[in-house]
């Protein structure tokens, strides 16, 4: 059963790993049974969203600060990023870039050797991974646990620039003082025939009830549902061999028989002529009567930028893939909305303003 301490742990470290990472079809997804992945219908322009915490397993979890204690095994955390490859053979699949997980990556090492050779961009961009995010959500209305899985760009980015106006909500996915995420969409297409997909414009932080900490033994553990190919398995579906040794997974998976679902929020006093009512939990519950506010005074928070930001390299135009330069010519180009660098070239622009 998750204590207090872990499941206030998010104060303070949300943003911090907003600052240091994101440089990070759910066919690569091996899902529990009882869990499905959660896809916004097309055109909707606002969803509300409670994002629950897993327990880390993964000793070397992409988020991992020691210095700061953040994402460390065992610990609560609210997102897991994976590394994407699109269009990979004839198949045009979708293969979680082993480097997600520490390994080597013979896409990427493909990229880098073209990229050399001085290979034309149009070749080489669209080897570059996507960097995506997975989140467990219970939509607002519903009691079934979801897996959202959403580029950093479309969402993530959007999440750690509020978080920075108001750092009061980095507890969002605390389970008893979380918030509810209501985010407003826009939807857009790459190209004249390309699918729609949407884009967090807009995040405002409700207020909701508690979780019961029996709930993280139901949410699945994201570390471990990830399908992660063998080096040898992509290498023959990106080249196009004749043999595929079977993939795996980060870890092997256990055999889970399903749960009975239960009601995840505190229950409130028991009130006669609410009995006989739907199993669905109420999101309006009472705070629990024997918690008494704190007497003391509360810590300070400390600052969340401890770090000195390094300045982007002056000379970094070899960085970008279209030969402009990196950070100063950020979105100066129609390629750049495209490029699989802009997450870097954006964070390299705003350095260079405050600069």
């Given at each position: 059963?998750?204590?207090?301490?872990?499941?206030?742990?998010?104060?303070?470290?949300?943003?911090?790993?907003?600052?240091?990472?994101?440089?990070?079809?759910?066919?690569?997804?091996?899902?529990?049974?009882?869990?499905?992945?959660?896809?916004?219908?097309?055109?909707?322009?606002?969803?509300?969203?409670?994002?629950?915490?897993?327990?880390?397993?993964d000793?070397?979890?992409?988020?991992?600060?020691?210095?700061?204690?953040?994402?460390?095994?065992?610990?609560?955390?609210?997102r897991?990023?994976?590394?994407?490859?699109?269009?990979?053979?004839?198949?045009?699949?979708?293969?979680?870039?082993p480097?997600?997980?520490?390994?080597?990556?013979?896409?990427?090492?493909?990229?880098?050797?073209?990229?050399?050779?001085?290979?034309?961009?149009?070749?080489?961009?669209?080897?570059?991974?996507?960097?995506?995010?997975?989140?467990?959500?219970?939509?607002?209305?519903?009691?079934?646990?979801?897996?959202?899985?959403?580029?950093n760009?479309?969402?993530?980015?959007?999440?750690?620039?509020?978080?920075?106006?108001?750092?009061?909500?980095?507890?969002?996915p605390?389970?008893?003082?979380?918030?509810?995420?209501?985010?407003?969409?826009?939807?857009?297409?790459?190209?004249?025939?390309?699918?729609?997909?949407?884009?967090?414009?807009?995040?405002?932080?409700?207020?909701?009830?508690?979780y019961?900490?029996?709930?993280?033994?139901?949410?699945?553990?994201?570390?471990?549902?990830?399908?992660?190919?063998?080096?040898?398995?992509?290498?023959?579906l990106?080249?196009?061999?004749?043999?595929?040794?079977?993939?795996?997974?980060?870890?092997?998976?256990?055999?889970?028989?399903?749960?009975?679902?239960?009601?995840?929020?505190?229950?409130?006093?028991?009130?006669?002529?609410?009995?006989?009512?739907?199993?669905?939990?109420?999101?309006?519950?009472?705070?629990?009567?024997?918690?008494?506010?704190?007497?003391?005074?509360?810590?300070?928070?400390?600052?969340?930028r401890?770090?000195?930001?390094?300045?982007?390299?002056?000379?970094?135009?070899?960085?970008?893939?279209?030969?402009?330069?990196?950070?100063?010519?950020?979105?100066?180009?129609?390629?750049?909305?495209?490029?699989v660098?802009?997450?870097?070239?954006?964070?390299?622009?705003?350095?260079?303003?405050?600069?």
């Open positions: 059963m998750a204590t207090k301490e872990k499941s206030n742990s998010f104060r303070g470290k949300v943003n911090r790993d907003g600052e240091r990472s994101d440089r990070a079809d759910s066919s690569y997804l091996n899902l529990p049974n009882g869990i499905k992945s959660y896809n916004v219908e097309s055109e909707v322009r606002k969803v509300k969203l409670d994002i629950l915490p897993y327990t880390i397993s000793p070397n979890h992409p988020c991992k600060d020691v210095v700061n204690k953040i994402a460390l095994q065992g610990d609560l955390w609210y897991r990023p994976i590394k994407v490859h699109r269009n990979v053979g004839q198949g045009n699949a979708k293969v979680i870039c480097t997600s997980v520490g390994k080597k990556c013979p896409i990427c090492e493909y990229q880098k050797k073209r990229f050399n050779e001085g290979a034309p961009k149009d070749e080489t961009v669209p080897l570059y991974p996507q960097h995506r995010s997975l989140y467990i959500v219970i939509p607002d209305g519903e009691d079934d646990i979801y897996v959202w899985d959403m580029s760009k479309m969402f993530q980015d959007m999440l750690i620039e509020e978080l920075k106006d108001n750092p009061d909500n980095e507890i969002f605390d389970l008893e003082e979380g918030k509810t995420l209501e985010i407003r969409l826009k939807w857009k297409t790459i190209g004249e025939k390309g699918k729609p997909f949407p884009e967090a414009t807009n995040i405002t932080f409700l207020d909701r009830d508690p019961k900490a029996s709930i993280l033994d139901e949410v699945p553990d994201l570390d471990t549902i990830l399908n992660v190919k063998s080096y040898d398995e992509i290498k023959n990106f080249f196009e061999l004749d043999e595929e040794p079977d993939g795996g997974s980060l870890k092997d998976e256990e055999d889970d028989a399903p749960k009975e679902r239960k009601s995840r929020k505190v229950e409130k006093d028991p009130e006669p002529e609410k009995e006989e009512k739907t199993e669905r939990r109420s999101r309006r519950t009472e705070p629990e009567k024997e918690k008494e506010p704190d007497p003391e005074p509360k810590e300070e928070r400390r600052s969340r401890t770090e000195t930001e390094k300045e982007p390299e002056k000379d970094a135009g070899e960085k970008c893939p279209h030969g402009m330069k990196f950070g100063k010519d950020f979105e100066k180009a129609d390629i750049c909305d495209k490029c660098m802009w997450d870097d070239c954006y964070d390299a622009n705003k350095k260079l303003k405050k600069g």
